[in-house]
C-alpha cells in the first residue's frame, strides 16, 4: 500500500501553528542593541602604534602585525623543539670526535668530566651514549648489560623505554629490538620490544661505580652491543670511545641556525612524529617536510630575533619557574626545584601540555623517563637543584656561599654536589675537572655533629680545601645535590638541605 504524504504547505502550517504568536515574539527583543565590535583607529601595543580606517589596518600596521605574528610563531616553535634539537645535538657532538654510527658508543672511561659540554652531566656514574638510526639500519637490536640503568628517547627526547634497572630484564640484561615507525615486518621472539615513533632515537646507560671504575667499564665493554637485526646472525663488532677529558659541545645553538638544524630534523623525521598543529607552527615560518626551507631576509631576521626571545624565555623558564610545581618545599620560601614539575615525565596537568615545564626540562637536562620522577625509598636516585641563593637571587661567582647538610644524610648509596655553569647548563670549567664533592670524596670533612658544609668559592676557605667548589668571579653558577638511594627521612622532607647562603 502506498504511503500518503501531507502537502508541503500543510506541514508549513501547521509548523506555523506551533511558533509564538509574533506580538509574543516582539515582547522578547532586547530593546537596546550591544555596541557594535570596532578598533579604534590607533591602538598602542608593544611593537609600535597601529592604525586602522574604520577597522581596516594600513599598509604599515599590516606589515607589522606579520611581523610580530611571524616571530611570534618562530618563538613557539623554538620553545616547542628544544628536545629535538637536543637529541641531535649529542648525536651531532658525539660525531664530531668519531661516533657517527650507532654501532660506536660514547663511554665515560672515567667518568665524565668538565672538559664536555653535556646538559647536567654528573660525575659520579659511569655513562654511556649511543644513539639508532632506523631509517637506515631498519630495526635495531640494543644488547644491554646486567646492573644498568637507562632509557631510550625519540628525536624530540620522548619516552620510548626503560633499560635494565627498570626496565623489562630487571637489571638482569637483555636483548632489545627497537621497531621503526610503521614496522609491519615479523617481530622474532627472544627480544623485550620498543617502538620508536621516529628514526632516530638516541639512549642513555649508567652504570655502577659501587665496586670501581674498572669492573663497571668491563662490563659495558662486555655486554653492550648494538646492530642491526638482519645482522644479528654476524653483527659488527661495537665500538667504544672515551669520552673523559674530551673537549666539545652537545648543547644546541640558540640562534638562527637552530632553525636550520631544526628544518634538517624534519626532512629526516616521519611527519607523523608531530601533529597538525605543530606542524601548521613550522610551516608558518617555513618549514615543511619535503620542501626547501629557504627564507627571504626579512624572515631570516625574524627567525633570528625568535632564536634569541626563545632562548631568553627558555632560560626564564629554567631558572625563575612560577609554577608551584617546580619547588621541593612550596609551603616555604626555599629555592630548593626539582627538574620536571610535579614530578610528570609527560609535562602534562590535569590532560593539557604543561609548556612550561617541558621547555623547562629540555633546556637544562638531559633525559626522559619515568623512573628519573619515581621514588622508592632506598633505590634510584633524586634531585635537589639550587639556581638562586637564599635571598632567590643568582649566584654570584666573585662570593663565597655555604650549604649545610644535616647529620643522617638520608641515603642508601651516596650523594654528590655538583656544579654548573649557568650559560652552557654543563659542568663549570675551572681547576677542578670534576666540579663534585660528596659523600665519597676524598677529603671530604665531617662536623663534629655529623653534619656537613659544602663551600662555593673563588678560593677555598682555610682549612676547608675538601669540601669546596671552585667558582669564578663575573660568572654565575647553579648546583645539583644528587641523593642516590633516597630514604623516607627525604622523602617525606623531615630530612632537608639548608637553603645556599651567602658567606661574604
Do not use: C
Not at 557594535?36 to 597601529?50: E, Y
Not at 649529542?90 to 668530566?113: H, T
Not at 681547576?431 to 658544609?453: H, I, R
Amino acid at each position: 500500500m502506498r504511503k500518503q504524504f501531507k502537502p508541503l504547505t500543510a506541514l508549513l502550517a501547521a509548523a506555523v501553528l506551533t511558533l509564538p504568536s509574533l506580538e509574543v515574539a516582539r515582547a522578547e527583543v532586547p530593546q537596546k542593541l550591544p555596541t557594535p565590535i570596532a578598533i579604534p583607529d590607533n591602538v598602542k601595543t608593544t611593537f609600535g602604534t597601529l592604525e586602522f580606517f574604520d577597522g581596516v589596518p594600513t599598509d604599515a600596521t599590516v606589515g607589522k602585525l606579520y611581523d610580530n605574528i611571524d616571530r611570534a610563531r618562530a618563538v613557539e616553535v623554538f620553545l616547542d623543539n628544544v628536545g629535538a634539537l637536543s637529541v641531535y645535538s649529542v648525536i651531532a657532538g658525539n660525531a664530531g670526535i668519531g661516533l657517527s654510527q650507532p654501532n660506536q658508543i660514547a663511554v665515560a672511561e672515567k667518568l665524565l668530566d668538565s672538559h664536555s659540554l653535556y646538559l647536567t652531566g654528573n660525575t659520579s656514574t659511569m655513562y654511556s651514549i649511543g644513539h639508532l638510526d632506523l631509517d637506515k639500519y631498519g630495526p635495531t637490536v640494543v644488547e644491554v648489560p646486567p646492573g644498568m640503568l637507562g632509557m631510550l628517547d625519540d628525536a624530540w627526547m620522548r619516552f620510548v623505554g626503560d633499560f635494565g634497572v627498570v626496565g623489562p630484564d630487571r637489571g638482569k640484561g637483555g636483548k632489545y629490538l627497537v621497531l621503526p615507525p610503521g614496522y609491519a615486518g615479523e617481530v622474532p621472539k627472544g627480544y623485550f620490544v620498543l617502538k620508536a615513533p621516529t628514526f632516530i632515537n638516541w639512549f642513555f646507560m649508567r652504570g655502577s661505580i659501587a665496586d670501581g671504575l674498572a669492573p663497571a667499564l668491563k662490563n659495558i665493554k662486555d655486554h653492550l652491543k648494538v646492530y642491526p637485526l638482519k645482522l644479528a646472525g654476524q653483527p659488527p663488532a661495537t665500538e667504544f670511545v672515551n669520552i673523559t677529558g674530551k673537549s666539545y659541545n652537545t648543547v644546541a645553538p640558540s640562534d638562527y641556525s637552530y632553525f636550520e638544524a631544526l628544518n634538517n630534523i624534519i626532512q629526516k623525521e616521519p611527519i607523523e612524529a608531530l601533529g597538525s598543529e605543530s606542524r601548521g607552527l613550522l610551516a608558518a615560518i617555513g618549514i615543511v617536510k619535503g620542501k626547501p626551507f629557504n627564507p627571504d631576509e626579512r624572515m631570516k631576521r625574524l627567525l633570528s630575533e625568535a632564536a634569541v626571545i626563545g632562548d631568553a624565555t627558555a632560560r626564564a623558564a629554567l631558572y625563575s619557574p612560577r609554577q608551584k610545581g617546580y619547588f621541593i618545599y612550596p609551603d616555604s620560601d626555599s629555592s630548593w626545584v626539582m627538574g620536571f614539575a610535579n614530578k610528570d615525565v609527560f609535562f602534562e596537568v590535569e590532560g593539557a601540555r604543561n609548556l612550561d615545564a617541558r621547555t623547562s626540562f629540555y633546556f637544562g637536562y638531559t633525559g626522559v623517563t619515568p623512573a628519573m620522577a619515581v621514588t622508592h625509598p632506598g633505590a634510584g636516585s633524586d634531585y635537589g637543584i639550587a639556581f638562586k641563593d637564599a635571598q632567590k637571587k643568582a649566584f654570584d661567582g666573585s662570593k663565597t656561599y655555604r650549604l649545610h647538610l644535616p647529620p643522617n644524610v638520608p641515603v642508601n648509596n651516596f650523594w654528590a654536589v655538583t656544579m654548573y655553569d649557568t650559560q652552557t647548563r654543563s659542568m663549570l670549567q675551572t681547576s677542578q675537572p670534576f666540579p663534585s664533592v660528596g659523600s665519597q670524596s676524598k677529603g671530604f670533612q665531617k662536623n663534629a655533629d655529623g653534619s656537613y658544609d659544602v663551600y662555593f668559592a673563588p678560593k677555598a676557605p682555610v682549612g676547608k680545601e675538601g669540601n669546596w667548589l671552585q667558582t669564578v668571579p663575573g660568572k654565575s653558577w647553579f648546583t645539583i645535590l644528587r641523593m642516590y638511594g633516597p630514604l623516607e627521612p627525604w622523602i617525606n622532607k623531615t630530612w632537608r638541605p639548608s637553603e645556599i647562603e651567602l658567606v661574604k
